[in-house]
């Protein structure tokens, strides 16, 4: 094995086929690689940490010196010798130069739960939906064309002012029956950037960004406001008007999976996509396949089964199956709500979720503990997780029946009354 010099790099001959190497017998794995077409390249192998042997292609004979090559050889190796492997973060800075191509490698292999008892699972279908969506309205057209290595804190927080003035609003009809509304705004830049804060962690663990430039960003990441609770004079409010909106002539798929919303304190595509074959009328609760916190038990008042048994069953196995015919379910709460809302004389920031905060106000209220308010809302964390699985159905049972029952009475119009504590039955 000789000392790679220029005279016996230039005497090399290209092989017939296929590519061969000559290696330098002063630093191990430096050699040059020469193709058929007689291409002659500096070159390096080695083995990482975990025992994978490496090849890096260094540039090609002539742009360095036979001298700068093995010097630059020298330099690499150190790196891993230092547990560094330099050849995977050259691809990976290949493979997503850019913060668009980083994006694409987001959604295909990144778009996982990075905290929590749930760390490393897959995020819901419909969460990466939703978290990528906002990427690519948000990020793709302020940032996306942008070298990765190249972001920094001073770029993240121009970035979350222009969201929030509205740069990257838009209202575009991109089919029949069918737009895209993207809204800036404040709200829309806090969600933005803690989105894109998960993709550069990830780009770090990948090498492919040196650092989390959104850790170091003078920006807002939460939203710290209060949460909405409706009192029971507003929720009458709310069922009078489904009620009228039903005479109406309005879908009763709208008005019915409005009113479960407001009884159950369920999420909302917990109750949209709600299946026949998740209610249980013997034993009056949900049995939820797959909830935000997988598969989780809902205790159901009287006035909850009520709703329940006057919906007609269909060939769908969905309660509120889809309007247009496909094998999906209703989406047109979303369309009604804001409707139902104003002639409720509802604040304007009511929405759906604000019904499922309402029931754990009411709950918590009547004197239940937060246990078992924890158990009608169907909520899960690391420390009361190992309880709910062994808690009796009996006293949240009976606490969903009462809160319900109260729900029921106001949107009917049929009693108003003040929320009082259950008495123990004796």
Known sequence: MPKLTKSLIAAIEPPESGTETL?????????????????????????????????????RVGELTVDEARERCRVIRGRVAAGEDPAA????????????ELLDLYEKEGLIIQ??????????????????????????????KKRCKDIGAGDIERFVRDVAAGKTAKDEKVAPR????????EGAARKVVRDFSAVCSFAVRRAVMPSNPCEKAAVRKVDNRKELFLSLDQIAALGAILK??????????????????????????EILGLKWSEVDFHR???????????????????????????????????????????DGFYQ???????????????????????LRHSIGSLTASSGESLLITGAVLGHSNPRSTAIY??????????????????????????????????????
């Open 23 to 59: 290696w330098d017998s002063e630093v191990r794995g430096f050699g040059v690689r020469v193709t058929k077409n007689g291409v002659k390249s500096f070159v390096l192998k080695y083995t990482n940490a975990g025992g994978t042997a490496r090849w890096m292609t260094l540039c």
């Open 244 to 269: 009228a909106m039903e005479e109406e002539g309005v879908s009763r798929k709208a008005t019915d999976s409005f009113r479960l919303l407001a009884l159950t304190g369920c999420r909302r595509n």
């Open 115 to 144: 905290r929590g008892k749930d760390q490393g699972k897959p995020m819901k279908p419909l969460t990466a939906q939703y978290t990528m969506a906002r990427l690519r309205h948000h990020v793709s057209p302020l940032l996306g």
């Open 89 to 100: 973060e050259r691809m990976a800075d290949r493979k997503a130069e850019t913060v668009e």
């Open 178 to 185: 069918k737009r895209i509304i993207v809204k800036g705004g």
């Open 332 to 354: 047109g709460g979303k369309r009604f709500w804001p409707i139902v809302r104003d002639r409720a004389k509802l604040p304007k920031a009511t929405t759906f979720h604000t």
């Open 284 to 326: 009056g609760l949900l049995a939820l396949d797959d909830s935000k916190t997988g598969k989780s038990i809902r205790p159901l008042g009287a006035a909850t089964m009520t709703v329940l048994a006057g919906i007609k069953q269909t060939d769908s196995p969905y309660v509120f199956p889809a309007s247009d015919g496909s």
């Open 389 to 426: 699985a062994h808690i009796s159905q009996d006293p949240a049972k009976r606490a969903a029946d009462h809160i319900a029952g109260q729900i029921h009475a106001a949107m009917s119009g049929e009693q108003k009354a003040e929320v009082v504590p259950l008495r123990s039955a004796k």
